[in-house]
Nanobody
Framework: QVQLVESGGGLVQAGGSLGLSCAAS????????MAWFRQAPGKEREFVAA????????YYADSVQGRFTISTDNAKNTAYLQMNSLKPEDTAVYYC??????????????????WGQGTQVTVSS
């Protein structure tokens, strides 16, 4: 059993930056892939970024490429999402997710077994 707890959400003005954290407990994530998804009101859950726990492979949605960075800290058993140059359209609840290591496309929510509770990110114009 893996528990994920997200933090770092809040209100930021357009063009600003925000860092999200996802702390894992229950077991080490060294054999897991991690991802971030987001969901705005009335919209489907959307892929944002993914990373193998080793950091050897990363994936980004076109909408965040060049602005967001996903990373992990093995010692702290924590995943991060650094968000720069934020836009109002980035406003959403952000969720972290984990799955056992896999070669399957990481960009769909159904691939993930464990989810955090979500943290709200609001970007003002």
């Amino acid at each position: 059993q893996v528990q994920l707890v997200e933090s770092g959400g809040g209100l930021v003005q357009a063009g600003g930056s925000l860092g999200l954290s996802c702390a894992a407990s229950g077991r080490s994530l060294n054999n897991y892939d991690m991802a971030w998804f987001r969901q705005a009101p009335g919209k489907e859950r959307e892929f944002v970024a993914a990373i193998s726990w080793s950091g050897s492979s990363t994936y980004y949605a076109d909408s965040v490429q060049g602005r967001f960075t996903i990373s992990t800290d093995n010692a702290k058993n924590t995943a991060y999402l650094q968000m720069n140059s934020l836009k109002p359209e980035d406003t959403a609840v952000y969720y972290c997710a984990a799955r056992p290591r896999s070669v399957v496309d990481p960009r769909t929510p159904r691939q993930y077994d464990y989810w955090g509770q979500g943290t709200q990110v609001t970007v003002s114009s």
